[in-house]
């Protein structure tokens, strides 16, 4: 039982590039988040999934896209790689309401 | 809309000394409400969790009781050891998305 299992664990882009952040969970978890984490900030979330084929924009969704076409995979796509988007970025599932979520171990993204 | 508010940090105690963490939130609804915590280089790990009023969380000597009167969830231990240096995060659920809201996080340093 591997969790959630987040790649890379640490990403360069340069501005103006593309990438997919990775997250995959294998406890059969319907909900799903991507959190970013800023110094002096606490966690700020992105975008959720409440299911399969279901997501949501979260407190900061501007310049990511998610999809959620299995249960277990939920990725990040960054379309445009801004300096601004330097962080941390966590991937986190939940059984069920209320039940709290577990998170990957981070991908650590720097943009130049 | 639905907010948490953490004290801040650092924290610095002597080992075996008494914790106390502040925590107070916001919220329309009922939320669920939780005490993670995140080791240097690490991802989040759910420490605590309460989802009713009244209701008390426990977990390795850590304690946090959810007060809806005075919409607090302090977490508090008896007596640290410097294991437990670490950022400690509440956190709430909102309704039906679960959606989790952070705190800024609080970091505590157990010297010997």
């Known amino acids: 039982n591997a969790g959630v299992t987040q790649t890379p664990k640490f990403q360069v882009l340069k501005t103006g590039q593309s990438m997919t952040l990775q997250c995959a969970q294998d406890?059969?978890?319907?909900?799903m988040s991507w959190y970013r984490q800023d110094p002096g900030m606490g966690l700020r979330l992105i975008h959720y999934?409440?299911?399969?084929?279901?997501?949501d924009q979260g407190e900061v969704p501007n310049g990511y896209n998610v999809s959620r076409s299995t249960t277990e995979d939920f990725p990040l796509r960054l379309l445009s790689a801004a300096p601004s988007q330097t962080s941390v970025y966590f991937c986190?599932?939940?059984?069920?309401?209320?039940?709290?979520?577990?998170f990957g171990s981070g991908t650590r993204l720097t943009v130049v | 809309g639905d907010s948490v508010t953490q004290m801040e940090g650092p924290v610095t105690l002597s080992e075996e000394a008494f914790l106390t963490i502040n925590c107070t939130y916001t919220?329309?609804?009922?939320?669920?409400l939780f005490w993670y915590v995140q080791y240097p280089g690490e991802g989040l790990q759910l420490l605590l969790k309460?989802?009713?009023?009244?209701d008390k969380g426990s977990n390795k000597g850590f304690e946090a009781t959810y007060r809806k009167e005075t919409t607090s969830f302090h977490l508090e231990k008896g007596s640290v050891q410097v294991s437990d240096s670490a950022v400690y995060f509440c956190?709430?659920?909102?309704?039906?998305?679960?959606?989790?809201?952070f705190g800024t996080g609080t970091r505590l340093q157990v010297f010997p």
């Open positions: 309460a989802t009713k009023a009244d």
């Open positions: 406890m059969n978890h319907e909900y």
């Open positions: 986190a599932s939940s059984l069920s309401r209320g039940s709290g979520y577990t």
């Open positions: 999934s409440v299911g399969a084929g279901i997501t």
């Open positions: 919220a329309t609804g009922y939320p669920s």
């Open positions: 956190a709430l659920s909102e309704g039906n998305t679960d959606k989790l809201i």
